[in-house]
């Protein structure tokens, strides 16, 4: 589902070039977990970032199913984000302007992919039937991230892609926010690549990567 | 300045205002001058000379009201000349300026009004002493003028006879000899009521008539003068000015109860300011020392209202004053070219 | 410590020069609009007098002679003499030159003279002051531009001696008479004392005229009013972060506070002396027009520079002052009573505002009640000004609630998750622009308001002008005798000829003046009417009715139907016209009862109807043939075209200053969304990972603050118009006692409309670039850090 070959990237800051990725290749396949860890600053943030067009690569390739991320324009990018893959950040997931339930249909509906009852579904396996007319800011830190998991998965990507999505939540939630995410992913049968700090989490996927210094360790 | 004079020199093809006070000091081309020896003839003289640029009927009272109050008025008919004739209509180029007075201790009222020749609305007769502009008139048996919101109707008769200063009635004005004709009427008994708003005043009193045309009575450095018209408890008068300029001139008259006269040229008469007392115009001196050494005259002269300046066109003081010192008695004060 | 917060506090502004500038301008705009409207008013106002006239006319007492003949040099002279303070005027036509003669030395000041005292050059030949491009032949001339077009004035003597003039045409009477004068028929026979009447004359409708810049310099004031505090509240919410951390340091609230108003004051005050400065030049590239106007009005010099004038000086500063401290007042308040912890988060973009809505509303509702009462009770100046504050501030206040609601049902039609979002987040985008959107309301209102009055006010003038000087030459004849062969000389020759012919009557004992005319398709055809019955001109000529002016419907409160009671006739209203500037009552009866009730009236004045183009030739006729004097024959066409022409002018100034009113309040949405593009970006991230484009968002930017225009300018439209209905109806009826009809100019509003949404996508399009171009780097930030 996602083939990642000799990618490389780096950032310019303060007249600096910054080399953040030297050489990173990577396959996951179909409704497999991945785990990627690694030391902060170790650039996994940014991998994830290329994988889901939300930026554009130096050198090397992305494939997304067939797909090469690095030939697309902005629009393209827009497209695949909108189209085949889902991210999920450690935070501002939600669209404050609208409601749980809406903000659980946005992205379907944006990717034309809109089913009520597996929204439904989803909203129940989340317990948060209660709350899906508040606005997010009305939530707590971990509600916001199990809705924005949801909002993900409803739109049944081919791949999920997660940056500590559980970074600002306690052990005990993380690990059952976690659970909850794993479970929903082997539903829908999509890949998932998911960025933590935390050995105990990564253990609960299929397989764990470990970055350093901007190549596979 | 003042729109209306403005209007006035917009207007007329000769402008002939603009130096010393009230242009009194141009030069006389094609006017006629006045000249040492002339023998005045009346009626005639009484009416104007238009061949001279400028001309005055000047009268002055002191008035006394049933209720013991002092009142002081004046009555004046300016005519001044663009050209040294007179024509019938609108082409006249006579311009005639009346201004009036009502003075009592703590109130001065004013009026003005212009006029031309030509048309009749001011003039003066050469058959009898009568000059006019609009409703204001003034001959030997009455006088009367009017503003807004006052009025006065006078009875005059005459006393005494008419009264002719320097050298019979030939007036020099400065060293340089700068002259006009100058005759007076200043036994003049008056008999009216004065009209303040709705309130009627009976008075009585006596008002003093000044004649006087020239076409350059002031020198070009002199810049205006203080003229006194005193009538004493005895029943003598005295007429006296000094002209301001590089150096002070002085002119004045005594004016015996039965009319005889003695002139008395540059310096023997002597008029100092001793107080200045701010008015609806500028500074201007209101208490005077007064002397005539060879009368033995030395009286303080001291205004009846300070405040007697005539915000007009024109614009000088003229008012009433009390006499006090060696003579005692009453008169009046013209103070001119105060800035 | 204070040296240190204030250090803190002020180096915010470092950071963020560019809302520091738009808080400066917010003021300095707001002050400039104020400060300019009130510095052409404070103007206007000073040159009323000096703008009187160039020859008086309708301004002083006049005196005719009642022939129409002139009056001869001695029936004036003997007038003076008796104590009438006249001045004579000479008037005539001379190779088709207006010639007036006046006697500068009795005429009234500024008579004559106010528009020749400034060249000062002394003539020193017989001169003419002439408007540019008239000369005369044989006589030196001057230009004056402030003269009206094609006249020369000059001296009696040399008038009558150009026009060859035995006698004088009219007599000014001075304001200031003596106390006793006889009266006038005791000393000259055959004369006519006008009193200076509204009657036709335009004088009262140009007190309307200030009457609408008054209301305009209000209306600006309220408009101002609102950026400032627009622009104070924001630069108060975003840095709320820097007081929580202040305060977490230690500083205590007090010293905060305290710093904070200072700050507002000293940055109220600079913003508001560059406002007057810019003031002053929006003023002084107005004042030509304004000049333009009231010289056209009052044929008068108004002055084309400005004279600096300490009211509108300190009146600008002062309300930028004013203004800044009451904005601040609020914030500060909110600050005072605000927790230690709360709010460190700006919240202008949060749902909270649910509560300050409902109090809004309540409050917007409740000044719309009070506008309510005093349009019912409005009975003068100061209740048609308060009905016009409460008018404005209670739709302002209910502005948020109408827009939201008019969102709330775009939310519900909308189709797509896009634009579901577009409608919710625009909701949620309200608060934060609901001053800038409430000051555009203003200024559209105002618009609409304004635009309207004027217009109203044009259409009526020109319809008045029509009804009253329909007739192509007016002409007066010398005597009765004289008036029998003119209208035997025009029979024939012309399509119709109009008696006018007026007398003194009571009418249910109130003075009035009552008129015989003739059945004449020129009544039909152009008088209009406020209200009638069927036929009314039939029912009238048939004596069966009469047709009053609304003065003495007023006045004598009646209806159609009621009955009027003339001295020996009693008839019911059949019609009510509207007699705009005439303060006296007047009644229209049929021709045969005129007769029957006055046979021996013969009309001296008569209306000419014929066709234009046979003016020229009649007038001719009237002059060379039948030897009328020219100044009989008066060509009104002229007349009607320079009038037109002077309102004209006036829509400039009121173009020229509704523009300035739309820049601004433009202004204060470009202000605002500027403010609001920082924290727009984690509202906008979440999309932009969710695969739209930051062009389309972009876009939807623009898309947003147009649509919030459309909408506000829906709510403005009903209050512009209740705003002309106010000035119109309640306050000029207040200030002159009758009422402008109404009337509605949709193309002109949807013109305003286009003008207002280019204005409103112009000031969005720099915010929405601005988020457009954001880095890909700064939205993904949103997602890690913590803010
Ligand atoms: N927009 C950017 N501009 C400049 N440098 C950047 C930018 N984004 C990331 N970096 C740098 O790239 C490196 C990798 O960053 P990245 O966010 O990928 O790390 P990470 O492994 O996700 O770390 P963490 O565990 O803290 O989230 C860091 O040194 C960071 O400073
Ligand atoms: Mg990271």
Not at chain 3, 468 to 484: G, P, W
Not at chain 3, 572 to 598: A, C, H, M, S, T
Not at chain 3, 664 to 676: D, Q, Y
Not at chain 3, 734 to 744: D, H, K, S, T
């Amino acid at each position: 589902m996602l083939k990642i070959r000799d990618l490389q990237k780096s950032y310019v800051s303060a007249g600096q070039t910054v080399q953040v990725l030297k050489g990173v290749s990577l396959d996951l396949a179909g409704a497999e977990t991945l785990a990627l860890t690694g030391e902060s600053g170790s650039g996994k943030s940014t991998l994830l970032h290329l994988a889901a067009g939300l930026d554009v690569v130096d050198a090397g390739d992305v494939f997304v199913g067939e797909t090469n991320v690095g030939k697309l324009n902005e629009a393209g990018r827009a497209h695949l984000r909108r189209d085949v893959v889902g991210v999920i950040f450690q935070q501002f997931n939600l669209i404050p302007s609208l409601t749980v339930e809406a903000n659980i249909a946005f992205h379907a509906r944006l990717a034309g992919k809109y089913d009520a009852d597996w929204c439904k579904r989803l909203a129940d396996r989340i317990g948060l039937t209660e709350q899906l007319g508040k606005y997010p800011e009305q939530l707590s830190g971990g509600q916001q991230q199990r809705v924005a998991i949801a909002r993900t998965l409803a739109a049944k990507p081919a791949l999920v892609l997660a940056d500590e999505p559980t970074g600002n939540l306690d052990e005990e939630t993380a690990a059952q926010v976690i659970a909850l995410m794993l479970e929903l992913v082997s539903e829908t049968g999509a890949a998932l690549l998911m960025v933590t700090h935390s050995s105990a989490l990564a253990a609960m996927l299929d397989r764990r990567l470990h970055l350093r210094a901007g190549q596979v360790a | 300045m003042n729109a209306r004079v403005l209007a006035l020199l917009l207007l007329w093809p000769l402008a002939a205002f603009g130096q010393g006070f009230a242009g009194l000091g141009s030069d006389a081309d094609g006017f006629a001058l006045p000249q040492r020896g002339y023998t005045f003839d009346f009626p005639t003289d009484h009416g104007a000379h238009p061949e001279y640029r400028i001309e005055w009927w000047y009268v002055t009272a002191n008035l006394t009201g049933d209720d013991g109050a002092e009142y002081g008025v004046q009555w004046t008919l300016f005519r001044s000349a663009l050209a040294p004739e007179e024509a019938a209509g609108w082409s006249s180029p006579q311009v005639w300026m009346g201004h009036a007075a009502l003075t009592t201790e703590d109130a001065h009222f004013t009026a003005e009004r212009f006029g031309r020749g030509g048309i009749g609305q001011a003039g003066a007769s050469d058959q009898q002493l009568s000059a006019w502009i609009d409703d204001w008139e003034l001959d030997f048996s009455h006088m009367t003028a009017s503003g807004t919101d006052w009025r006065y109707d006078l009875s005059l008769s005459e006393t005494g006879p008419l009264v002719f200063h320097g050298a019979e009635g030939y007036s020099v004005k400065s060293a340089g000899g700068q002259a006009s004709y100058y005759y007076s009427q200043p036994f003049l008994a008056v008999d009216g009521t004065l009209t303040i708003g709705n309130e009627d005043i009976h008075v009585t009193g006596n008002a003093w008539l000044d004649r006087e045309w020239s076409s350059q009575p002031l020198a070009e450095d002199q810049s205006g003068w203080d003229w006194f018209s005193l009538s004493f408890d005895d029943g003598d008068k005295l007429m006296g000015f000094r002209l301001r300029g590089a150096d002070t001139y002085t002119s004045a008259t005594w004016i015996d109860a039965d009319g005889g006269t003695t002139a008395y040229t540059d310096g023997a008469f002597m008029a100092e300011p001793l107080e200045n007392s701010p008015t609806s115009g500028p500074e201007v001196p209101v208490l005077w020392q007064v002397q005539l050494p060879e009368r033995g005259l030395d009286v303080t002269v001291s205004a009846i209202n300070p405040d007697s300046w005539m915000p007009l066109t024109t614009q000088y003081w003229e008012g009433p004053v009390t006499v006090t010192g060696t003579h005692t008695g009453r008169g009046y004060l013209e103070m001119t070219g105060y800035e | 410590m204070r040296r240190q917060a204030l250090i803190a506090l002020l180096s915010y502004w470092r950071r963020n020069w560019l809302q520091f500038f738009t808080l400066l301008a917010g003021l300095a705009l707001a002050t400039a609009l104020w400060s300019g409207v009130q510095a052409i008013n404070a103007e206007a106002r000073a040159s009323y007098d000096a703008a009187a006239a160039t020859l008086g006319e309708g301004q002083y007492t006049q005196i005719t002679a009642n022939n129409g003949l002139p009056i001869a040099v001695e029936d004036y002279v003997a007038l003076r003499r008796v104590g009438w303070l006249v001045s004579p005027v000479v008037e005539g036509r001379l190779d088709g030159v207006r010639l007036i003669g006046v006697e500068p030395l009795t005429a009234p000041q500024g008579i004559g003279t106010t528009a020749l005292s400034i060249e000062a050059e002394l003539p020193s030949e017989p001169t003419l002051w002439v408007s540019s491009g008239v000369s005369v032949d044989g006589v030196t001339t001057v230009e004056t531009p402030e003269l009206a077009p094609n006249t020369a004035i000059g001296d009696i003597g040399l008038v009558s001696d150009l026009l060859g003039a035995q006698g004088i045409s009219r007599l000014l009477v001075l304001s200031d008479q003596p106390v006793r004068q006889p009266p006038l028929e005791s000393v000259v026979q055959g004369l006519n004392v006008q009193t200076p009447q509204g009657g036709s004359d335009i004088g009262r409708l140009t007190d309307s005229f200030h009457l609408n810049l008054t209301a305009f310099g209000f209306l600006s004031f309220v408009v101002g009013i609102f950026i400032v505090n627009g622009a104070v509240g924001l630069a108060f919410e975003q840095r709320r972060p820097l007081v929580r951390t202040l305060r977490a340091l230690g500083v205590p609230l007090r010293t905060v506070i305290a710093i904070m108003a200072a700050e507002m004051a000293v940055l109220s005050l600079l913003g508001g002396v560059i406002g007057v400065v810019i003031g002053y030049f929006i003023a002084a590239a107005l004042l030509p027009d304004v000049a333009a106007t009231l010289q056209g009005l009052y044929g008068a010099d108004v002055g084309g520079t400005l004279a600096i004038r300490p009211v509108w000086w300190l009146s600008g500063l002062g309300i930028a002052l004013l203004g800044g401290m009451a904005a601040s007042a609020s914030a500060l308040w909110k600050l005072s009573r605000m927790p230690l912890l709360a709010g460190a988060q700006p919240r202008a973009w949060s749902m909270q505002a649910g509560r300050g809505r409902v109090i809004q509303t309540i409050a917007g509702l409740f000044m719309l009640a009070a506008a309510g009462i005093f349009a019912l009770i409005a009975d003068g100046l100061v209740t048609g000004f308060a009905l016009l504050g409460t008018l404005l501030l209670g739709a302002a206040l209910l502005l948020p609630m109408v827009l939201n609601a008019a969102l709330a049902l775009g939310q519900r039609l909308a189709k797509g998750p896009v634009w579901e979002w577009f409608w919710a987040d625009t909701r949620q985008q309200l608060p934060g622009l609901s001053l800038a959107l409430a000051a555009l309301l203003l200024a559209m209102a105002a618009n609409i308001g304004v635009s309207t009055m004027v217009s109203s006010f044009r259409q009526t003038f020109v319809g008045f002008l029509d009804q009253r000087l329909a007739a192509e030459l007016y002409v007066t004849a010398r005597d009765e005798e004289d008036a029998v062969a003119l209208e035997q000389f025009l029979a024939g020759k012309v399509e119709s000829v109009l008696p006018i012919e007026q007398i003194d009557v009571e009418a249910n004992g109130l003075p009035a003046e009552l008129y015989g005319p003739i059945d004449d398709r020129t009544y039909r055809d152009n008088w209009r009417f406020l209200s009638q019955v069927p036929q009314m001109w039939d029912i009238v000529q048939a004596g069966e009715g009469v047709a009053i002016n609304e003065q003495l419907s007023y006045r004598g409160d009646l209806q159609l139907g009621d009955m009027l009671e003339l001295p020996g006739i009693t008839l019911p209203v059949v019609g009510i016209y509207g007699d705009y500037g005439n303060p006296i009552g007047q009644v229209i009866i049929g021709r045969e009862v005129f007769k029957e009730l006055y046979p021996d009236s013969q009309a001296l004045r008569y209306g000419v109807r014929v066709l234009p183009e046979d003016v020229a030739a009649l007038t001719d006729q009237l002059v060379s043939e039948y030897g009328l004097p020219e100044a009989n024959v008066i060509n009104q066409a002229g007349i009607k075209a320079y009038s037109l022409d002077i309102f004209e002018r006036t829509f400039t100034v009121t173009g020229a200053l509704n523009w300035l009113t739309l820049g601004v309040a433009g202004f204060a949405i470009l202000m605002s969304l500027l403010t609001l593009s920082g924290m727009r970006i984690p509202q906008l991230a979440p999309l932009w990972a969710l695969g739209l484009t930051r062009g389309r968002l972009e876009r939807l930017e623009i898309l947003r603050t147009v649509m919030l225009t459309a909408w506000t300018f829906v709510f403005a439209l009903p209050l512009g118009l209740a705003l002309a209905w106010v000035l119109l109806a309640v306050v000029n009826v207040a200030a002159f006692g009758w009422r402008l009809p109404m009337f509605v100019f949709p193309t002109s509003y949807v013109f305003l409309l286009v003008q207002a949404l280019i204005a409103a996508g112009a000031a969005a399009l720099w915010p929405a670039l601005k988020l457009g171009r954001t880095p890909t780097s700064h939205l993904l930030k949103v997602f890690a850090n913590e803010r």
